[in-house]
Antibody, heavy 116, light 110 residues
Framework: QVQLQESGPGLVKPSETLSLTCTVSGGSISSYYWNWIRQPPGKGLEYIGYTHYNGRTNYNPSLKSRVTMSVDTSNNQLSLKLTSVTAADTAVYYC??????????WGQGTTVTVSS | QSALTQPPSVSGSPGQSVTISCTGTSSDVGSYTRVSWFQQPPDTAPKLMIYDVSNRPSGVPDRFSGSKSGNTASLTISGLQAEDEADYYCSSYTSSDTLVFGRGTKLTVL
């Protein structure tokens, strides 16, 4: 049973880069597509994008210019970087596993606040 | 990509049935069977309840069912129970090779 755990700074200053890690356990990081989703306080889910260990990535067009995702197979970790953050990027960030375009396992989420 | 359209809220009494709609476009819901539904209780990560329009993962009660017609998918919960009270989100694969979520529906069990 794959389990996911997000980690990273809970507070990021405006204009800086948000960097999060997701540790994958209980399964092969090479077998699936890995997604990032975020949820602003009191609001709905927003899809950020996906990455695969073979380097294939695709991002939500609204965030594409600021997002980079990658897979570290040696440490079984995923990475999310979001540049030039503003208060609008304050959210709970989730990593999630997908099979055949279906997200079936979610991490517990990590809260990131953008504030000076 | 625009969020899929869901009603902000629905409600029902225990034992009743409720249906939550999810309307997209021909670029997402209308063209693909990769439609999922997630349940999210407060302060909890979402949980997959329905995938590929109408399939239930192991462990999800058969009170939960899904369907699709044209650009609109639907989640029906029959025999409502107090534990079903949560936010529900739909999602769909899109022609841009991404996923898009609905805005969410708050289910209240009266």
């Amino acid at each position: 049973q794959v389990q996911l755990q997000e980690s990273g700074p809970g507070l990021v200053k405006p204009s800086e880069t948000l960097s999060l890690t997701c540790t994958v356990s209980g399964g092969s990081i090479s077998s699936y597509y890995w997604n990032w989703i975020r949820q602003p306080p009191g609001k709905g889910l927003e899809y950020i994008g996906y990455t695969h260990y073979n380097g294939r990535t695709n991002y939500n067009p609204s965030l594409k210019s600021r997002v980079t995702m990658s897979v570290d197979t040696s440490n079984n970790q995923l990475s999310l970087k979001l540049t030039s953050v503003t208060a609008a990027d304050t959210a709970v960030y989730y990593c999630a596993k997908a099979m055949s375009y279906t997200i079936d396992v979610w991490g517990q989420g990590t809260t990131v606040t953008v504030s000076s | 990509q625009s969020a899929l359209t869901q009603p902000p809220s629905v409600s029902g009494s225990p034992g009743q049935s409720v249906t939550i709609s999810c309307t997209g476009t021909s670029s997402d819901v209308g063209s693909y069977t990769r439609v999922s539904w997630f349940q999210q209780p407060p302060d909890t990560a979402p949980k997959l309840m329905i995938y590929d329009v109408s399939n239930r993962p192991s462990g999800v009660p058969d009170r939960f069912s899904g369907s699709k017609s044209g650009n609109t998918a639907s989640l029906t919960i029959s025999g409502l129970q107090a534990e079903d009270e949560a936010d529900y989100y739909c999602s769909s694969y899109t022609s841009s090779d991404t996923l898009v979520f609905g805005r969410g529906t708050k289910l209240t069990v009266l």
